[in-house]
């Protein structure tokens, strides 16, 4: 019986240890000097408990009624803890219901003209265009006319990395529509759905899921002109698709570590443009089945891809606004494509995400603009979620001249994928004592208001 007891229990305490270890160097390995020194004393704790254990062993000690006594207590306590730890908490079923599950009031499909990036970026003075919109919505004129005034929508020369030079912007134009180059291919959704799926991950993306898409996701009326396609401003958007691809990808966790500053951005347009590629020619390869196809991207979008990407099974909706996913937490960006081809839609998930943004509020103590709500979720246009005030968000980012991404750096679910944050994701997916633990953690290895760090010597502004 003592035998079966200590084997249990070196076993136990030597696996705390592994992971320990795995802990601290994955500190090292994310260049984290507080989650170093801290990872590094849980370390060696757990170490020393190894061979405190080994020594009571060899001593004689667990062949007392004490020492047994000591080992049966020990090893409930694991035991209880783990339990604690493992086990499935009660499910959220609003998540498990996508973003349908969220509505709970009159919902209006969202005017594209009334996006902080549509306003600023399309709209030129003196056009007619411009002269229509703020008569239709006079409180954002003085608002925007400002942000024109210190030089666009990324600011005047003054941004964070480059004082005497341009922000730090670009121009990428992919296309939207592929023209269908072959005959209709009959396949049965299932079959459908697994091979767009695996096209879409071969070609680049992280995770991609199905939906049916709600019309309440789709923008009525179009505001982003980017080829001078100005007929097409203002006109109702029509989208008779049944059916959406969603997809995800990685954002670089060195660069996004040093956000607010320009090598963030670096990721961003990166991220934006391999998104790009993938749409487009998902979208192609689709249409090359004989099916239409549309592809949404940082320079043509239908719809609202949060909560389509929700309605996919990619995530949950977090308190700062973007999609929570279980392996990288709000650390991606989104594509879609848009098609008639009939497929097998995915069902939303439960991460504990929403939970988990509860308790958590890193990002909304970390916004340098108070962007993000510290309070409950509240009602916004019938939906339940937190509402992220874009204005002072993207006023912000012209002061800084690149998007930000301090929220997404900051969040505790955000962390690089190493074997250690892959089983805390895992233990935070199931449980709610999990999510509140680990919260403290975080605080504890990375501090509440974890600093930037430094870039990649080849993305570096001296």
Request: net charge neutral.
């Amino acid at each position: 019986m003592e035998t079966i007891l200590f084997v249990i229990a070196a076993a136990g305490c030597s696996i705390q240890a592994i992971i320990g270890l795995g802990f601290f160097i994955s500190c090292v390995w994310e260049k984290e000097s507080n989650a170093m020194m801290v990872s590094g004393i849980q370390f060696l704790i757990m170490l020393g408990l190894v061979i405190i254990l080994f020594y009571f062993k060899a001593i004689g000690v667990f062949k007392t009624n004490f020492g047994i006594t000591l080992l049966i207590l020990g090893l409930a306590l694991a035991a209880g803890l783990c339990v604690f730890l493992i086990r499935k908490t009660r499910p959220n079923q609003r998540a498990l219901a996508g973003s349908s599950g969220l509505i709970v009031g009159d919902v209006q499909p969202t005017d594209e003209r009334d996006i902080v990036f549509a306003r600023n970026r399309t709209l030129r003075p003196g056009s007619e265009e411009y002269d229509t919109y703020y008569k239709m919505r006079p409180e954002y004129e003085e608002l925007d006319a400002a942000r024109r005034q210190k030089g666009g929508p990324l600011g005047h020369p003054g941004a964070i990395d480059r004082p005497h030079d341009r922000p730090n912007v670009a121009k990428f134009n992919p296309p939207a529509h592929p023209e269908f180059k072959g005959q209709r291919v009959e396949l049965n959704p299932g079959s459908a759905s697994t091979r767009v799926k695996g096209y879409t991950l071969n070609i680049g993306a992280n995770l991609v899921g199905i939906c049916e898409i709600n019309p309440l996701w789709i923008y009525s009326q179009r505001g982003e002109i980017f080829n001078e396609n100005w007929d097409d401003w203002g006109q109702k958007i029509e989208l008779t698709h049944k059916y959406a691809v969603v997809f995800a990808t990685e954002m670089a966790f060195d660069l996004v570590g040093t956000a607010p500053h320009s090598p963030t951005t670096i990721a961003s347009m990166g991220n934006y443009a391999r998104g790009a590629f993938i749409a487009t020619q998902l979208a192609a390869f689709i249409s090359n089945l004989g099916y239409s196809a549309t592809a949404n991207h940082l320079r043509h979008y239908d719809a609202l891809l949060v909560p389509l990407a929700v309605d996919a099974g990619l995530g949950e909706t977090g308190r700062l606004g973007y999609l929570m996913t279980k392996d990288y937490g709000p650390r991606v960006r989104l594509g879609a494509v848009t098609t008639d081809l009939p497929l097998t839609p995915d069902k939303p998930v439960d991460i504990g995400a929403v939970d988990f943004c509860k308790i958590c509020k890193k990002c909304a103590h970390c916004c340098p603009s108070n962007s993000i709500s510290l309070e409950d979720q509240e009602e916004v246009n019938g939906t339940l979620r937190w509402k992220l005030n874009a204005e002072t968000c993207f006023d912000y980012w012209g002061k800084v001249g690149t998007d930000c991404n301090i929220c997404m750096r900051v969040c505790p679910w955000s962390h690089a994928s190493t074997l250690p944050h892959q089983l805390i994701r895992a233990l935070i997916t199931r449980n709610h004592f999990s999510r509140n633990l680990f919260n403290q953690m975080d605080d504890i290895f990375y501090g509440k208001k974890p600093k930037a760090k430094p870039a990649p010597e080849w993305a570096r502004y001296e």
